[in-house]
């Protein structure tokens, strides 16, 4: 073993990793079970996709009251973020904001549990949700079959769940697909090898490290497509396989240059959707899982509610 292998490369509140691909993960909210929320009626469950893997998802059911008679609902397959390496769908920072989105949104949510880096390196997270949205869109489930809508169905993603999102979109258009009306991609986890437009000094080493540990196998590196998708030789943006795409940042966040680059170079693509776009000031990244109650959170949930509804 080398002598520095323990050495640390990337230390933060969430996790460590070390020179010989080791990681500490120091954030571990509680875990909670499925059921009902108090706070807002959502009742959720569990439904294991892969006994071998582990893939479960999560499934959110708004309560009857709150859905119009006959109505169905449409489907929302949620990805958690937490940098490919930490984070669950049944944490309780992820089962709490579900249960808010189910609510405010009147959506049928399905957050996958997919496994994480480094003990299973991408592409394993990206298959795990490519297969959690395949049966979504299904409609194996009873739940899905009697209130879900799966002729309007819709991804999102925090963060690393963003960067999820973006791979989900190219497959769903190169593998004839789910049709996806509505992608949301929140602080999306983005990256690449060289500096862009008002990308703070720490933000390439940053993501360069948490991307070597999470797709260690990534021929280019950091310019992997996945991981920069503006990289030369990657998919065409026109390639998006949805009719309407959300990106939401923070001015705070420090992958927020690589946000603002993503919309752009949506925007002014080929790709014959409507993109639209959200920026919070004077907030981090993803401070809406971290402070849901405050006036900046609520308005976030508002802008992605009103986007489920097509206002």
Not at 272 to 282: D, L, M, P
Not at 284 to 294: A, K, Q, S, Y
């Amino acid at each position: 073993m080398e002598p520095d292998a323990d050495e640390v490369v990337f230390d933060s509140s969430y996790f460590r990793i070390y020179k010989n691909g080791k990681v500490d993960r120091l954030h571990r909210p509680p875990l909670v079970a499925a059921g009902v929320d108090d706070a807002t009626g959502v009742v959720s469950k569990d439904v294991v996709l892969d006994a071998g893997t582990g893939l479960f998802v999560r499934v959110f059911l708004p309560k009857e009251q709150d859905q119009e008679t006959g109505k169905m609902l449409p489907v929302l397959v949620y990805f958690h973020g937490g940098g490919f390496i930490i984070e669950s769908a049944n944490s309780a920072t992820y089962h709490n904001y579900l249960n808010s989105v189910a609510s405010a949104a009147g959506v049928l949510v399905v957050s996958v549990n997919y496994r994480l880096a480094p003990e299973n390196p991408l592409p394993a997270g990206y298959d795990d949700s490519w297969a959690g949205l395949q049966w979504a869109v299904s409609a194996q489930d009873d739940w899905i079959a009697e209130h879900g809508d799966t002729a309007r169905v819709f991804v999102a993603g925090d963060s690393a769940g963003g960067n999820i999102v973006h791979e989900m979109l190219l497959r769903a258009s190169s593998n004839k697909g789910p049709r996806i009306e509505g992608a949301i991609v929140l602080h999306p986890f983005f990256g690449g090898s060289t500096a862009i437009d008002g990308e703070s000094d720490d933000a390439v080493p940053k993501g360069s490290k948490i991307w070597a540990v999470a797709c260690p196998g990534a021929a280019n590196g950091v310019d992997d497509p996945r991981m920069n998708p503006t990289a030369p030789g990657a998919p065409a943006l026109e390639k998006l396989g949805c009719e309407r795409l959300l990106v939401c940042t923070a001015q705070e966040d420090w992958l927020v240059a690589r946000g603002r680059a993503y919309y752009g170079a949506v925007a002014a693509s080929a790709w014959r959707g409507s993109a639209a776009w959200h920026e919070t000031e004077g907030e981090g990244h993803v401070f809406f899982l971290r402070d849901p109650g405050c006036d900046k959170a609520k308005q976030l949930m508002d802008r992605v509610v009103a986007f489920i509804s097509g206002a």
